[in-house]
């Protein structure tokens, strides 16, 4: 990418021992990093990153996980073909503001010249909302031209809330074709990760 934000989060039982407590009760140690990591190294360079989790292991932090949020233009290795990726995170509780920030990703997509491109992220919209229909007018819903993707819900509130399908991946209608389309409903010893279940995609550039 251009220019990737990266979120580190440093979950465990670190020197500080600062606890919070999750919705599904578990107590951890929660330190958050967020910084830029760029390849070509001119306000920031990846190994930026490395150190950062040279230095959790040095402050004895068990869990390292490694949250990129990808909004830019990439080039697959030898393929020559550009593409860009959104990852946004829509309002949670106005329809309004879901309506307007939906808009301001598509005329932002439109600014790249009809390359591909691949929306991805919570939208806290269901199908059959206005924000859904606002990007499916112009983008494709992943699962829904997957080959034998499965239905299943994103969200379920750490196991605890009646789940519904608001994560998404959305891509261009020309240009990408999805290949495969899966949510891990998998818990570690009965206990969720997040309140959301991951999906995965794959897609190959046409």
Request: charged share 20%.
């Amino acid at each position: 990418m251009t220019a990737n934000t990266v979120a580190l989060f440093l979950i465990g039982k670190s020197k500080s021992g600062i606890v919070r407590d999750f919705p599904a009760g578990i107590g951890f140690s929660v330190h958050k990093v967020v910084a830029l990591a760029l390849c070509i190294g001119v306000h920031s360079h990846n190994s930026h990153l490395y150190g950062l989790l040279e230095l959790a292991k040095r402050e004895g932090i068990k869990k390292v996980y490694v949250h990129c949020f990808l909004d830019g233009r990439d080039t697959p290795p030898a393929s020559g073909k550009d593409f860009v990726v959104f990852n946004t995170h829509l309002d949670h509780v106005s329809d309004e503001a879901r309506i307007n920030g939906i808009k301001v990703v598509l005329d932002k997509i439109q600014q790249f010249g009809g390359l591909p491109a691949v929306i991805m992220g919570d939208l806290n919209a269901e199908v059959g909302s206005e924000t859904y229909a606002s990007v499916t007018e112009h983008f494709l819903d992943a699962q829904l031209v997957a080959a034998n993707a499965e239905e299943n819900v994103t969200y379920q509130g750490w196991g605890e809330a009646e789940g519904k399908r608001i994560d998404y991946f959305m891509v261009s209608m020309t240009g990408l074709r999805v290949n495969s389309y899966d949510v891990l409903v998998e818990t570690h010893d009965g206990v969720y990760s997040s309140d959301h279940n991951p999906i995965v995609m794959t897609a190959v550039l046409e």
